[in-house]
């Protein structure tokens, strides 16, 4: 994983500045030659439905969630790094993250017209407009910068289309824990990737934990993210999901890579 601060090219602007974990959002794949049918037991998949269809219900939501990754080096030792990324969603079209951690201290708004990202660090932030709804900006930012924010699965309108999307196999795997509460314990074959997830066992069917592997990259890297706060009733303060420019803050354009001036809007 390439790390840098303000100097930034083009349409890279937004993934270096955002700094995530190589295809963090693990919804997209293809399905392998060969691959001729779907194999996914029925209740894993009643369950990541059920999960889903709670998600999708809610108007607004909140979470907190520790993330871990593997950075593996050419020639030296698998080292795991961890960050803590705090998410806000208003659907249909605002939401704002931060994170901070071994890697990286960096804030993200979306406001219904414009994402930004903001390297705490450097100060220094790129700006987008972009599509009206989460759906369609989650698309957008993922199409044109090549940019794939970490869980952003949960955050669209169906997220169960959109996880289920290119899996070919998937099993349940029993009752497990993760972040301190007993889970239903799901595992999913996708193309390039494995998953697994921990979705809550009580009343409300939440997901607790996530791991993915990327089977297809040298070393078999993995992320994870445990989901240790939730709040699905949150009253946000006003200007959550404004962005504001930190005094002396750099713009990063990010078509040119160009500074376009301190300050910003």
Known sequence: MTRTSRVVLGAGVFAI????????????????????????EPRADAILKAMSERLAGLERFAFEAEE?????????????????????????????????GDTLQRA???????????????????????????????????????????????????????????????????????????????AFVQDTIEWQIWIDAGEVPLPRKIVITYVREPGEPQYSATIHKWNLAP???????????????ERVDVGTGSNAGGGGR
């Open 108 to 186: 993200a708004w979306y406001d219904g017209k414009t994402a930004t990202i903001l390297d705490k660090a450097a100060n220094a932030y790129a700006q987008a407009d972009v599509a009206p709804t989460i759906d369609a900006a989650l698309d957008d930012l993922a199409e044109r910068f090549g940019v794939v924010p970490p869980l952003a699965d949960l955050a669209y309108a169906d997220p169960y289309a959109v996880l289920t999307e290119g899996v070919l196999y998937g099993r349940y795997l029993g009752l497990h824990r993760a972040a301190g509460s007993l889970c239903h314990h799901l």
């Open 235 to 249: 009253t946000f303060p006003e200007g959550l999901f404004t962005f504001q420019a930190p005094p002396g803050a």
């Open 17 to 40: 500045l955002l700094a995530i974990a190589p295809a963090a959002g693990w919804c997209q794949s293809v399905s392998p030659a060969g691959a001729s049918s779907r194999a996914v």
């Open 68 to 100: 871990t990754f593997d950075e593996i080096p050419d020639g030296e030792p698998r080292v795991q790094l961890s960050n803590l990324r705090r998410v806000a969603v208003e659907r249909p079209g605002r939401l704002a993250a931060d994170a901070e």
